[in-house]
């Protein structure tokens, strides 16, 4: 199990320079999410190397991560413009050697890809999303890289159960799991019992488990309900089951932290080394 980030990065490969790999050893990380803000627009040149700076100073390319269009759009030509470009993430992918080409599925809401939408888990919604896996996973399978969907409670994939249905329907080895907890806490039944969607995610979920994204969350003190994410350390999720479950199934993954400002980062990685200390556990590499 080794540790890495989504963060302490430039915004754009090119910027990529040994003094980001640098940066990155620094804070203790081996892996890296690299953000693609549109695969169709960046030259194979620049992407290759931006992947070989990285690991030329220690830092492997944990997950390739595209923007793209909505791949449930009930627009065949906006869904296909989300097929292309997730097709040529793919070859982003191969160019920067990632561990995995991250899949988000999307959302009927025009605010978002992480937004709720009363047709999101709609059988037509769910088939559209096969669909649209279906063609990738051709063109993932012929560059050799390995697809790693995400889903959350917003999204079509609301539950593991239809994480494991989406998978097991689409019926490619390119397809597999990125499994982040806290996208899928519905309400306080979660909040206050991380443990049990934890254990349930992964005996569903964990055989086709590749990557994990690390987070924290908690109840802010108001009605209606809200649940906001916060530093790992700071909140409600167990992530000493979580680490241990995801090296189990996973033990040569990478661990993401996300959704953190650069200054945070520090502390969250603090916290998750101490709860890796706590599991027994102990991070590959760095």
Request: glycine residues 8%; negative net charge.
């Amino acid at each position: 199990m080794r540790c890495g980030v989504v963060g302490l990065m430039p915004p754009h490969p090119r910027d990529v320079t040994p003094e980001t790999t640098a940066r990155l050893r620094r804070h203790g990380f081996t892996g890296v999410s690299v953000v693609v803000g549109d695969p169709l627009a960046v030259s194979q040149e620049e992407v290759e190397r931006a992947g070989a700076t990285l690991r030329d100073g220690g830092i492997q390319v944990a997950q390739a991560n595209a923007r793209y269009e909505v791949l449930v759009h009930p627009d065949d030509e906006r869904r296909q413009r989300g097929v292309r470009a997730l097709q040529q993430a793919c070859r982003v992918g191969r160019w920067l050697q990632a561990g995995n080409v991250y899949v988000r599925p999307g959302s009927l809401n025009p605010a978002g890809p992480w937004t709720p939408h009363p047709e999101n888990t709609h059988l037509r919604t769910l088939e559209r999303l096969a669909r649209s896996l279906r063609e990738v996973c051709v063109v993932a399978e012929d560059e050799g890289v390995v697809l790693a969907i995400e889903g959350g409670a917003v999204s079509p994939l609301d539950t593991p159960e239809r994480v494991r249905d989406i998978i097991e329907a689409v019926g490619s080895p390119a397809l597999r799991f990125n499994v982040d907890p806290v996208n899928f806490v519905r309400g306080l039944d979660d909040v206050f019992n991380t443990t049990s969607l934890v254990h349930r995610l992964f005996d569903l979920c964990g055989r086709y488990t590749v990557c994990a994204h690390a987070k924290d969350m908690r109840p802010e003190n108001t009605l209606p309900i809200r649940i906001a994410e916060c530093v790992i350390g700071e909140g409600l999720m167990d992530q000493v089951t979580f680490l241990r479950r995801f090296q189990e199934c996973c033990p040569d993954g990478y661990v993401l932290i996300e959704h953190l400002p650069d200054a945070k980062i520090p502390a969250a990685r603090a916290a998750l080394d101490q709860a890796v200390a706590a599991a027994g556990l102990r991070w590959d590499g760095g």
